[in-house]
């Protein structure tokens, strides 16, 4: 039941609903007391959605946020505390939950017993790692979108113990990075100014990816805003794939705890990055988007049949105006500006054989226009204002030797490090 205290903190605090929620129905044999903080959630999101913010480098730890993402990587299950019971010296107990939190909230003088395995109830929660849209166009973006990357020095304070959860261990972000990112950025421009031999392609690569706190995995050099590690709970969510583009509504995590004092191996630092610079969201919402158009109040594949009819009797008018917008950008070829717009309507729907690529068609403009008249920059230009991604990518000697086309795995750190080619569906490259 959703009270007054509800409709003021769900946003702001909503760790307080999942308390009173929790606290009001585990008792009770006969509710779901996970159902029950789901459903209010969802009705809450539902119809208030535009309440919570999107997230950016200024978002306080423990508050609702959203963000469009894209799936980057996809890490191993990690075990968390569903519920715990905790005593003090007199022997009484509080109860709580674990769930949408990396740490436990207890009350001062009480300490978890970690050897009850009766009242210690631990389930697994899937863990990803995303990352901003790669290519994503201004006008897709939010009306306040936050695209500077930036540490933040927010970190949760509370009058209660703050016990980690004995499987998750986060790192400290003592270390300031600003000066190392600018001399990475350097020699990374010195580098550009090379052709490198086959000795050193691994090193450069790995320079590469290495730029923007220790290699962030950002897709495009152009790409900015928070990446982020969303953690999912709920069972009835099917697994999703890398490159997918997920909306995700949850509870921000930003707390720092020492580990200066335990050592950890390459794998756990890739696994827990500084939350400062890469937070962790515990979902409450998350929803598989096949498109970013916020002109679009809803999926195209969820319109009805009136609204399908509606947009194909205006079809052939559309199609005429793109036509000529692509005509005028293409020196008035009309061949040109048909086989763009066929161009812009493809997109790969399957492969056979591992060699066979269906629904790719690629297009070729040869005896373009001089440099000087800015053909290029024109064409970018109305590709970033009809198109939801994309981004330009010269032909040169240089960008071939220096950039990473290819996703390609870490072994050492368990991770996947992004290439120019881990681009979401959709995203138009030229």
Not at 37 to 64: C, H, K, M, N
Not at 163 to 180: D, I, L, Y
Not at 192 to 214: G, L, Y
Not at 309 to 322: H, K, N, P
Request: glycine share 4%; hydrophobic share 30%; proline share 6%.
């Amino acid at each position: 039941m959703l009270t007054e205290e509800t409709n003021e903190t769900w946003v702001k605090s909503p760790r307080t609903l999942v308390n009173n929620t929790y606290q009001s129905y585990y008792q009770d044999p006969n509710s779901n007391w996970e159902k029950e903080i789901e459903s209010q959630f969802a009705t809450l999101i539902s119809t208030r959605r535009d309440s919570v913010p999107w997230l950016s480098s200024d978002s306080p730890s423990g508050s609702l946020v959203r963000h469009f993402v894209m799936v980057q990587d996809i890490m191993d299950q990690e075990f968390y505390t569903k519920q715990f019971v905790a005593r003090n010296k007199d022997n009484e107990e509080f109860r709580g939950t674990g769930k949408y939190s990396d740490i436990l909230d207890i009350q001062q003088g009480y300490d978890v017993d970690w050897e009850d395995n009766k009242s210690l109830k631990r389930d697994t929660r899937l863990v990803y790692y995303c990352v901003p849209v790669p290519g994503r166009n201004c006008w897709t973006r939010p009306s306040s979108p936050d695209d500077v990357i930036a540490p933040t020095s927010d970190v949760t304070t509370s009058s209660h113990n703050v016990t980690p959860q004995n499987n998750v261990v986060e790192m400290s972000g003592g270390k300031k990075r600003g000066a190392e990112e600018a001399d990475e950025m350097d020699t990374r421009e010195d580098e550009a100014k090379k052709v490198r031999n086959d000795e050193n392609v691994d090193r450069t690569a790995e320079e590469n990816d290495s730029s923007s706190f220790q290699g962030l995995n950002m897709v495009l050099p152009t790409d900015s805003g928070v990446c982020c590690i969303p953690l999912i709970y709920s069972q009835d969510t099917s697994p999703f794939k890398i490159n997918d583009i997920l909306e995700i509504t949850g509870i921000l995590e930003r707390i720092e705890i020492d580990t200066t004092s335990c050592e950890m191996d390459e794998e756990e630092s890739a696994r827990f990055p500084p939350s400062s610079i890469v937070p962790r969201v515990h979902c409450v919402e998350v929803k598989l988007r096949h498109h970013i158009n916020p002109l679009l109040s809803r999926d195209p594949l969820d319109f009805t049949e009136l609204e399908v009819t509606g947009v194909l009797s205006d079809a052939l008018s559309i199609r005429s105006q793109l036509v000529t917008m692509l005509r005028k950008c293409v020196s008035g070829d009309p061949l040109a500006a048909e086989y763009l717009l066929l161009h812009l309507l493809s997109h790969v729907y399957g492969r056979r054989d591992e060699v066979v690529t269906l629904g790719k068609f690629a297009v070729n403009l040869t005896k373009c226009p001089p440099k000087e008249t800015k053909f290029v920059e024109c064409l970018s230009t109305l590709f970033s204002s009809i198109c939801e991604k994309s981004f330009v990518f010269p032909l040169t000697v240089t960008n071939f030797n220096v950039s990473t086309m290819l996703p390609k795995k870490d072994y050492k750190a368990n991770r996947l490090r992004s290439g120019y080619c881990s681009y979401p569906k959709e995203c138009r490259s030229f």
